[in-house]
């Protein structure tokens, strides 16, 4: 057979390219604004900031917590931004910078982004400062600060009592009205039992009180049923490394119904070299490592305490003692108690910026304004990196 040949065109060279390229470059995205348009919108931010911040240190400014309208005053100054608003995206975008640059200022040192804000504004003047403070000077921060009311009387207190070199603990209570409680002692770290707590959240103990200190963990209310039997209508402290439910469920429900006044206390460390030392400031102590059988130990005699969820404060006469402040708001405050805490919060923190750094007389359109000096030298650093932002914002802003 005879294969017939096929034949096929060979295939034609592509021919030159005609196209031709522009030297000029393509825009894929293009500036939704423009330098003068930016800096329109920062003139018009300074303008809105300026009002707003002289209605506040004025007293003139409120803001809403919650559903209530509450007046302002300095120490709000990170409320009352929230409540700035603006139109255009634009604005919105250079309302976001400043806001995160004084918040961050806010949080790096409370009050240095009020006054970051007055020296972006140019409306703060340091007229003279001093590097060792005095009662009265400390005083003149918080009355800049706090104006009048609740907050700021009780922080003067607290003041005067010694806050700025002792621990202060704020929280909120179900007892009605504001309780301040001054305690001193050794401290033993460690929780009231989660299942005790569970039935009596609020628990908190300041008085003399019978105290147990078990260096093992608690299986069953016989083991302790004669320390309960002969603390009768007192308040026992049990500290133990643990409790076994049966125990704290007893303990609680007996609690609750003020049968017993008794409360298990996990601890984490005893906070003496040797636990028998516990027994020379007046506890009863039991531990296996000892040989003592908890069946048989017997109550001393009352120390003062001051017990909270989280720790212990026992008196020790014979040795340093620590000092704290508790601060607990009542439940007739309402809504209002978490504003009363913050307020107090960043009083108290002016108080120890200002006896630790000194403090500086200011100069603001409506008078004379005093700021703890660590404060201004916060909000100079800031203030130069958010000025350092919005110079290069044009470069940024675009949109795809």
């Given at each position: 057979?005879?294969?017939?040949?096929?034949?096929?065109?060979?295939?034609?060279?592509?021919?030159?390219?005609?196209?031709?390229?522009?030297?000029?470059?393509?825009?894929?995205?293009?500036?939704?604004?423009?330098?003068?348009?930016?800096?329109?919108?920062?003139?018009?931010?300074?303008?809105?900031?300026?009002?707003?911040?002289?209605?506040?240190?004025?007293?003139?400014?409120?803001?809403?917590?919650?559903?209530?309208?509450?007046?302002?005053?300095?120490?709000?100054?990170?409320?009352?931004?929230?409540?700035?608003?603006?139109?255009?995206?634009?604005?919105?975008?250079i309302?976001?910078?400043?806001?995160?640059?004084?918040?961050?200022?806010?949080?790096?040192?409370?009050?240095?982004?009020?006054?970051?804000?007055?020296?972006?504004?140019?409306?703060?003047?340091?007229?003279?400062?001093?590097?060792?403070?005095?009662?009265?000077?400390?005083?003149?921060?918080?009355?800049?600060?706090?104006?009048?009311?609740?907050?700021?009387?009780?922080?003067?207190?607290?003041?005067?009592?010694?806050?700025?070199?002792?621990?202060?603990?704020?929280?909120?209570?179900?007892?009605?009205g504001?309780?301040?409680?001054?305690?001193?002692?050794?401290?033993?770290?460690?929780?009231?039992?989660?299942?005790?707590?569970?039935?009596?959240?609020?628990?908190?103990?300041?008085?003399?009180?019978?105290?147990v200190?078990?260096?093992?963990?608690?299986?069953?209310?016989?083991?302790?049923?004669?320390?309960?039997?002969?603390?009768?209508?007192?308040?026992?402290?049990?500290?133990?490394?643990?409790?076994?439910?049966?125990?704290?469920?007893?303990?609680?429900?007996?609690?609750?119904?003020?049968?017993?006044?008794?409360?298990?206390?996990?601890?984490?460390?005893?906070?003496?070299?040797?636990?028998?030392?516990?027994?020379?400031?007046?506890?009863?102590?039991?531990?296996?490592?000892?040989?003592?059988?908890?069946?048989k130990?017997?109550?001393?005699?009352?120390?003062?305490?001051?017990?909270?969820?989280?720790?212990?404060?026992?008196?020790?006469?014979?040795?340093?003692?620590?000092?704290?402040?508790?601060?607990?708001?009542g439940?007739?405050?309402?809504?209002?108690r978490?504003?009363?805490?913050d307020?107090?919060?960043?009083?108290?923190?002016?108080?120890?910026?200002?006896?630790?750094?000194?403090?500086?007389?200011?100069?603001?359109?409506?008078?004379?304004?005093?700021v703890?000096?660590?404060?201004?030298?916060?909000?100079k650093k800031s203030?130069?990196?958010?000025?350092?932002?919005?110079?290069?914002?044009?470069?940024?802003?675009?949109?795809?």
């Amino acid at each position: 057979m005879r294969l017939k040949k096929y034949s096929q065109p060979c295939p034609k060279p592509p021919k030159k390219s005609t196209l031709a390229f522009s030297s000029k470059t393509q825009i894929f995205t293009k500036p939704i604004t423009n330098q003068l348009a930016i800096k329109q919108s920062i003139d018009a931010a300074k303008k809105e900031l300026r009002f707003l911040v002289h209605e506040l240190l004025e007293g003139k400014r409120s803001f809403f917590y919650g559903k209530q309208i509450c007046n302002g005053i300095p120490v709000d100054f990170h409320r009352v931004l929230l409540e700035w608003s603006r139109k255009s995206s634009i604005d919105w975008a250079i309302r976001n910078l400043i806001i995160s640059s004084f918040y961050s200022t806010e949080v790096k040192q409370g009050g240095s982004g009020l006054i970051s804000c007055l020296m972006w504004l140019n409306e703060i003047e340091i007229l003279s400062s001093v590097r060792k403070s005095e009662i009265a000077d400390i005083e003149k921060v918080l009355c800049s600060w706090g104006r009048s009311g609740m907050s700021y009387e009780l922080s003067k207190k607290i003041f005067m009592i010694g806050s700025v070199g002792t621990e202060v603990s704020l929280t909120e209570g179900s007892h009605l009205g504001t309780k301040v409680m001054v305690s001193e002692g050794e401290i033993i770290l460690g929780n009231v039992d989660n299942l005790f707590l569970t039935k009596n959240p609020d628990i908190e103990i300041v008085e003399k009180s019978f105290v147990v200190a078990i260096d093992g963990i608690v299986e069953n209310i016989s083991q302790i049923h004669h320390l309960l039997e002969n603390a009768g209508r007192s308040t026992l402290i049990i500290l133990a490394r643990g409790f076994l439910p049966d125990v704290s469920n007893t303990l609680a429900e007996n609690y609750l119904k003020n049968r017993l006044k008794v409360v298990p206390f996990i601890v984490n460390k005893w906070g003496v070299k040797n636990f028998l030392d516990l027994e020379n400031i007046g506890m009863s102590c039991a531990a296996s490592s000892i040989g003592s059988d908890i069946r048989k130990i017997k109550l001393r005699k009352e120390i003062t305490c001051n017990l909270t969820s989280n720790q212990l404060l026992y008196t020790q006469h014979t040795r340093a003692r620590k000092r704290k402040i508790n601060i607990s708001f009542g439940e007739d405050l309402g809504t209002l108690r978490g504003i009363s805490k913050d307020r107090t919060k960043i009083l108290l923190a002016l108080t120890r910026f200002s006896a630790r750094s000194g403090t500086a007389k200011c100069s603001t359109p409506i008078g004379s304004f005093y700021v703890p000096n660590s404060s201004i030298e916060i909000a100079k650093k800031s203030l130069k990196s958010m000025k350092l932002i919005l110079q290069n914002l044009g470069a940024v802003i675009i949109s795809l």
